[in-house]
């Protein structure tokens, strides 16, 4: 595995854990403060538990690299499942942007007021974390095709 | 052929049996064009799926058998396979082998073959065991078998077409030949004798049934079969005989005789793997090693499961949110106002607007959400995951007096209750299939989300995913909690063990995907059909009538007059009981007409506050406090199942226990909804 890769997944993994712990926190803080929306460094944490424990898997899985031997499949594994997992959570996030968008303007259409943020559906640590992980996935991706997915070939 | 001659047609009945997992509902819906009926399996309450096929002047009809390890009479799927096959007299069996798990899927194929009757093997995922390292030679394995043996890739359709071709030639075979598992010496020379005493003792038993499987059968104390030999006028006399043979057997095998027959079956198969698998190189580490890595690690794996029914919930209601609004507006706006424009009489229009309109469309409009739910749970099923996540999980059930395996009805369970009550059948031990039909109707349900949809809509605008997120994990809590009190009390005996094959991932099938996404979700447009329309027919006549007589529809614009109705007098009753809860009178009348179906929660909620279910944000907002909408969550999470739920578990527990759940279920939701707001009212939130 190349350097740059093992810094680039070490550092998605380390951003994904510091938007878990944010996320963690603004559910606590959803609590005392109704209609809580948190901006943390630009990115929006909308205080959801789901989100947490989702990007918590994904940085867990990512940072466990650095306790592994890179050259060893579990290491790979570990890159290619949360790379895979960071780039589903980003188009599941812009899924969502597009409905909340096409929901607004049926809503408009039919003479009734709504308004939707873009920037709060984009600006998040699943669109950020997604972005980051694509290369990583290419990556494996290139590897295991180059491999014949048998990763004994390593 | 002249264009004058007439076909005469042939028919034939099909059975495709295999073990969980290796693609044989793919091969059941290309061998049928994905075109099945359903109905019951005799005796059971379970769904029997059928299809056609035609082949020229041969008709086929399909049936699909439960997916089942072996031929033994210990789980129900595993009876049902067997007694179809024996009762039914299929002309053939579909015998879906995993080429990538050769070993433990001929087991099934020496089991069918000992019937007695005509099998063809799809030697499925040939592309996967070559991946593996190794190659079946499929032409030796159907000598030694005795029966055609055809290659196929049921996600590609490769082999398909050959498939079909074997069955029109062994549906032309008078008997099949076939090789049988030699059992040695003193054993083979009971099963004669056994065999012969049936075929001169009771020629109609032996017509009905294969005579040497029942010696074999009996030798293995089947209760079952011994059952149907009890029945014969030579029962007696042949059961003890055979109880004779069988302690003198043990006395020269020095072994238990079932032991020792099923020890002869896996040296068969040892056999015929050493002669028709080649070995190509070293079992190389693959794509689902490498995922198997992360995905069933012991600190990785709960958040990951976590997090694939966080993202199911996710894409069923944040993403499927516009679809829910067109059809609300449709409902809502549109065809209300198109039904009171009609010139009809005030009672006819009302029935119509306020009754039919306003009930079923405030159910309907949840129809994408349920779609994208059973889409994603489609999608998990059919890459594999869900294997995996009970795989995952067992540990803590185990700690909870479960196995892995209940996890499975319980997340089918998702769906809809029924067929998670069903898929407890699979479950071997008594006690946990037992404990797990019980617990399943915890589990929160389709027909549930509708009503979290409404009340966190309106009180918990914002959060809205995250906490009906909390009921999905407070169902499965709960499920839990209760399997370990019944664990504890009513059922002692030690949890049987836990086998569970984990099939390869595989890239999913749209069009599998599709049809059983439409198999699950036309069971809730059958219901908003029938059930939900026709209850909320009579919670408008219930509305508009009371016993003053008949009130007009004026009382949906009046709430005075709507107390006066019959729906309005049962509420009020009701009303003492969930005081304490501070739910009022109409919140209550909602929860009654719930045990029909769950949806009719919101249907009821709709016409008594006389609106559709976007407007009933406004009345329920100021009906409850986010800590009132939260324990009315949970109450209607775990009060009695539907009744449909209720009559299968009926089905397949029998009815002391559909009384007992729902006795349990009714005191159980009483007491968390108290809690819940006794604590939170402790805690200064409402």
């Known amino acids: 595995m190349r350097p740059t890769i093992l810094l680039l997944t070490l550092i998605t993994g380390m951003f994904y854990l510091i938007y878990a712990t944010l996320e963690f926190y603004s559910w606590i803080l959803s609590f005392t403060i109704p209609d809580y929306g948190g901006s943390w460094w630009g990115l929006f944490c909308q205080g959801d538990l789901g989100w947490f424990i989702s990007l918590l898997a994904v940085g867990m899985i990512l940072f466990s690299l650095t306790f592994k031997r890179l050259n060893d ?82 | 052929m002249s264009s004058g001659t007439v076909l005469a047609l042939r028919r034939f009945k099909v059975a495709v049996a295999g073990n969980p997992n290796v693609g044989k509902s793919v091969i059941f819906n290309e061998l049928t064009g994905g075109r099945a009926w359903v109905g019951n399996w005799p005796g059971v309450t379970v769904e029997k799926k059928v299809g056609r096929l035609k082949i020229g002047e041969h008709i086929f009809e399909v049936v699909d058998l439960p997916g089942i390890y072996s031929l033994t009479a210990y789980s129900v799927d595993e009876l049902i396979a067997r007694n179809f096959i024996v009762e039914e007299k299929p002309d053939i ?63 590609t359709g490769y082999g398909i077409e050959r498939l079909k071709e074997a069955l029109v030639k062994v549906s032309e075979e008078k008997e099949g030949y076939r090789k049988l598992v030699n059992y040695g010496g003193e054993v083979e020379k009971e099963i004669s004798k056994i065999s ?61 005789l079932e032991e020792y027959m099923v020890e002869q079956r896996y040296s068969y198969i040892s056999k015929l793997i050493e002669e028709c698998v080649k070995i190509l190189e070293v079992k190389p580490v693959t794509l689902t090693d490498m995922v198997d890595y992360v995905v069933t690690h012991k600190i990785f794996g709960i958040p990951l499961m976590f997090t694939a029914l966080y993202l199911a919930f996710k894409f069923a209601f944040d993403v499927a949110a516009p679809l829910c609004d067109i059809i609300d507006w449709f409902f809502g706006s549109f065809l209300y106002s198109l039904v009171l424009s009609f010139p009809l009489a005030g009672w006819v229009s009302s029935l119509l607007a306020d009754g039919v309109v306003a009930g079923v469309g405030s159910i309907i409009v949840f129809l994408p959400n349920i779609v994208f739910i059973f889409i994603f749970i489609a999608l998990l099923e059919d890459i594999g995951y869900m294997s995996r996540a009970a795989f995952v999980i067992d540990k803590i059930m185990r700690r909870l007096f479960l196995t892995g395996k209940s996890l499975l009805p319980l997340i089918l369970g998702i769906g809809c209750n029924i067929p998670g009550v069903i898929a407890c059948r699979t479950i071997e031990d008594e006690n946990d299939r037992k404990v797990t039909g019980l617990v399943a109707p915890l589990i929160s349900c389709s027909a549930r989300l509708p009503v979290y949809l409404v009340v966190a809509g309106a009180l918990f605008a914002g959060s809205q995913a995250g906490i009906v997120w909390s009921m999905y994990i407070m169902g499965f809590a709960f499920a839990f909690l209760m399997a370990g009190v019944f664990r504890k009390t009513l059922f002692k005996a030690p949890s049987g063990s836990f086998i569970m094959e984990l099939p390869p991932y595989m890239a999913p099938l749209a069009r599998n995907v599709l049809i059983k996404t439409w198999e699950r979700t036309k069971r809730f447009l059958f219901k908003a059909g029938t059930v939900i329309f026709a209850v909320s027919v009579l919670v408008w006549i219930l509305s508009v009538t009371g016993p003053g007589g008949y009130l007009t529809p004026a009382t949906f614009e009046d709430a005075t007059l709507l107390e006066q109705s019959w729906i309005g007098v049962l509420g009020h009753s009701l009303e003492k009981l969930f005081a304490p809860m501070g739910w009022d009178w109409r919140i209550s009348a909602a929860l009654f007409f719930g045990f029909l179906a769950k949806e009719v929660v919101v249907s009821t909620m709709a016409i008594l506050y006389g609106v559709g279910e976007e407007a009933l944000v406004g009345p329920l907002a100021s009906t409850f406090t986010p800590l009132t909408a939260y324990a009315f969550m949970a109450f209607v999470l775990l009060y009695v199942p539907c009744l449909a739920t209720l009559a299968i578990v009926r089905g397949e527990l029998g009815g002391k226990y559909a009384v007992f759940t729902l006795i349990y279920e009714i005191l159980l939701a009483y007491f968390v909804a108290l809690t819940i707001i006794g604590v939170g009212r402790l805690l200064g939130l409402g």
């Open chain 2, 196 to 256: 012969r005493r049936i075929v001169e003792g009771d020629p109609k038993l032996s017509d009905k049934y294969n005579s040497r499987w029942l010696a074999v059968k009996l030798l293995e104390k089947d209760a079952d079969v011994e059952g149907k030999i009890r029945l014969s006028p030579i029962g007696e006399t042949l059961l003890s005989y055979v109880s004779e043979a069988r302690e003198k057997l043990e006395k020269i095998l020095g072994k238990d």
């Open chain 1, 73 to 154: 499949y579990k290491g790979f594994s570990c890159l290619l499942v949360g790379s895979f997992l960071g780039v589903v959570l980003l188009v599941m996030q812009l899924l969502v942007v597009a409905a909340s968008f096409g929901d607004c303007a049926f809503l408009t259409l039919i003479g009734e007021e709504a308004e939707y943020n873009l920037a709060e559906g984009l600006l998040t640590p699943m669109v950020v974390g997604g972005i980051l992980s694509t290369p990583l996935l290419a990556y494996t991706l290139n590897t295991l095709k180059k491999h014949r997915f048998n990763l004994s070939r390593l």
């Open chain 2, 93 to 155: 069996v579909v015998d879906i082998v995993n080429a990538a798990n050769i070993e433990r899927n001929l087991y099934l194929t020496i089991s069918l073959l000992e019937m007695g009757v005509k099998v063809v093997v799809a030697l499925n995922m040939v592309d996967l065991a070559r991946e593996q390292g190794y190659e079946i030679d499929e032409k030796k394995l159907s000598e030694m078998l005795g029966v055609p043996v055809i290659p196929t890739i049921a996600t």
